[in-house]
């Protein structure tokens, strides 16, 4: 277990964490779908419930990411939060208002109304999961940042990146194909959201119109997805060299990398697999198919991790500039030290009881499902 093997296993964490999150914004794709699914009051509100019960999870598990980014790749927080600080604010902003409002949303007297924060949850639900997609997106695009590791000992000004774009952050708005992974992982959690209303709803009525929105969004991010990893693939990529360390351009970057990780391969052949079974599944059926979720859950987090490992593993630089690619960030120059990464890897082992605790709660909260009768009966409502 030398340095090496920490810097990895890190990298294989904060890929996993990446991956569980994705999956579990299908509680913003969810709020999308409240005005759309909700006819009356009552269906709002077993709509508002079934999401409801699981907002802490979403935020926790975001909270964890940046925590263990920090932790583990400190040049690529400071560089990406510290530079490119508008972008990151605004999904911050947009996860904050998240919480507030199902915590005030039913409560008596709140000054700002329930239709206030209704809106707030659609700004959520929209916003932070297109603009996380944008912002994953600059892992494949690059983003406009020097670094100066010899800063370190300016007395005066010790800063080591400098973001060289005056919008620092929004100019990630400009990149096509950043945009199109906004609207792939913002179309995920819509046609994740369907899915889990389908599976946690005891009503018969939100399930057909539920099954209708997810024929439509699950058709737009099948088409989508498809598109962003063909042009991912036939695009130049970052790669470093192995001995020197120096950044270059190479064509294909990640369709090789595909092809030189032949495990991670197979993880996005079985993740996107299951992610169709569970959409056909429930798609096509003449009853109602409830186990969706679970397919295209489980296929999300292996899709999501795969693509975390080709723009991470196999010598590529992760965090690529376009201004100076040699400022570019890796795995290996962004890294902790190798005393920080072996401390936190033992406390890293209580991750699987974590998952544990995550797995039993949620199959308590889920053990009966939202009815209409339920959300009719006193009792702490969102």
Known sequence: MDYNFFIQYWWFIISLLGAILVFLLFVQGGQTLIPQLGKTEIEKTMLVNSIGRKWEFTFTTLVTFGGAFFASFPLFYSTSFGGA???????LFCFIIQAVSFEFRKKENNFLGEKTYNTFLLINGFGGTFLLGVAVGTFFTGSEFLVNKENIANPIMPIISQWTNPL???EALANPRNLLLGLVVLFLSRTLGSLYFINNINNQTLQERAKKALKVCGTVFVVLFVTFLVITFLSEG??????????????????????????VLAMLLIGVVLVLYGLARTMFSKTIFRKGIWFAGIGTVMAVLSLFFIAGYNNTAY?????????????????????????MSIVSLIIPFVLAYIFYTWRKMDKVSITKEEMQEDGHKY
């Open 85 to 91: 600080y508008w972008v990151w604010m605004i999904i």
């Open 238 to 263: 970052f790669a470093v060299d192995k001995e020197t360390g120096i950044v270059s351009m190479e064509k294909y970057k990640y369709f090789n990398n595909l092809i030189e990780m032949p495990v």
């Open 168 to 170: 620092h952050g929004l």
């Open 319 to 343: 965090y690529p500039s376009t201004f100076n690619l040699q400022s570019s960030l890796t795995i290996y120059n962004s890294s902790s030290s190798l005393f920080t990464l072996k401390t």
